[in-house]
């Protein structure tokens, strides 16, 4: 039964891939759900995955795509450097022959990413919340206090440095190096200001912008044929560490209860936000997020009001793209503002 799940985890995966226009890395885990032996140790271990293999749980195939493009990036196997993009991969079985051979022969490699659930910065995703922004700069006309969860390289939480048209509707910072341009359906989110007073984050794996291993890391979660997307992963780290985030190591929960203080803070709204990371949360770590924005809302004013604004995967069977969601005290009230591509591209807003 695990090989199963596994195998069709990997199938999942590549209809995913293929759906986001990245047919390379759709191919290979097509190959992989496939074809996958269990010879050698790579490749015993992913079959007998004890856990959940899908991407809504342990995200394996994202793991062992992360480690092969990191492979082939840094030039140790170099017929498999060869097949990947910007090259150009023979057929099924030329690639299946490059990618097996690769398993069975760079465990040392590939061991540790296997080791953690994949550590993405998809800075596409700042579209989507600089939208939710506006919708409360709309409402309250106040600068920001940011707290991002599960931050990772601090790329989003310094959203407002980026040049943004989101429908008809520019933000951000005009001339910026990041210019983000989803393709837009339904009216253009309003037109206000949008100020950040101060900006704070938590990972429990915090990367630092300014070390070439985190640039590599993230660029290793990138899809391979998905050149833009790399291009503009390198502009944001670019411009993050002229002056980086301030992220703290902590568990999100515990870090939130300590760093959002429950007396109202007049003048300033308070948004608690993140990105395809709340997922990964233990069960009793996200009810005490969600105790603590409770609580801090029960003393939410109009002065002084407190948002949480979610980027996540749902649970519709049918529409499976994740939703932005934004709850607003004083009140508690959630709205469904848009449903989006994973990584930003299209944005399809509801409000």
């Given at each position: ?6 195998r ?11 759906k986001?226009?990245?047919?390379f ?12 032996t ?12 004890p ?8 995200a ?27 090259g150009?991969a ?9 990618v ?32 939710g ?13 940011l ?10 939480t ?15 910072a005009?001339g910026?190096p ?20 101060r ?10 912008v ?15 044929d ?14 993050a560490?002229v ?31 993140h990105t ?22 029960e003393?939410a004013t109009q ?19 994740p ?27 509801k409000?």
């Open positions: 039964m695990s090989a199963a799940r596994v069709q985890a990997f199938l999942d995966q590549a209809a995913i891939c293929g986001a226009g990245a047919s890395t759709g191919r290979l885990c097509q190959l992989v759900g496939e074809r996958l269990d010879r050698g140790e790579i490749c015993r271990r992913v079959l007998a995955w856990g959940v293999p899908a991407h809504q749980g342990d394996l195939p994202l793991r062992l795509m992360g480690g092969l493009h990191a492979l082939a990036r840094s030039g140790r196997d170099e017929a498999l450097s060869a097949v990947y993009p910007p150009t023979p057929d099924d079985d030329g690639l299946w022959t490059v097996s051979r690769a398993l069975e022969e760079q465990v040392a490699f590939l061991q540790h990413w296997l080791d953690g659930p994949p550590q993405t910065n998809e800075v596409g995703r700042s579209a989507a919340l600089m939208a922004l506006l919708v409360l700069a709309d409402r309250f006309g106040l600068p920001f206090a707290y991002e969860l599960g931050a990772s390289a601090g790329l989003n310094v959203l407002d440095r980026y040049a943004f048209r989101l429908g008809e509707t520019e933000a951000g005009a910026s990041v210019r983000l341009e989803p393709a837009w359906t339904g009216r253009s989110p309003p037109d206000a200001p949008v100020s950040v007073l900006r704070a984050a938590v990972d429990r794996n915090p990367l630092d300014r070390d070439p291993a985190t640039r590599e890391r993230l660029s290793a979660y990138v899809w391979a998905q050149r833009a997307r790399l291009a503009r992963l390198e502009a944001a780290l670019d411009l560490a002056d980086p985030a301030p992220i703290a190591q902590a568990d999100a929960a515990d870090w939130l209860e300590a760093a959002l203080d429950p007396a109202p803070e007049p003048g300033v709204c308070r948004v608690v936000m395809i990371a709340y997922q990964y949360f233990p069960a009793e770590g996200q009810a005490r997020i969600r105790a603590q924005m409770a609580r801090v809302g003393r002065d002084a009001p407190l948002a949480w604004l979610s980027f996540e995967a749902t649970s519709d069977e049918v529409d499976r793209r939703a932005l969601d934004l709850t607003i005290w004083p009140g508690g009230e959630t709205r469904r503002l848009a449903i989006c591509q994973p990584h930003g591209a299209e944005i399809d807003w409000a």
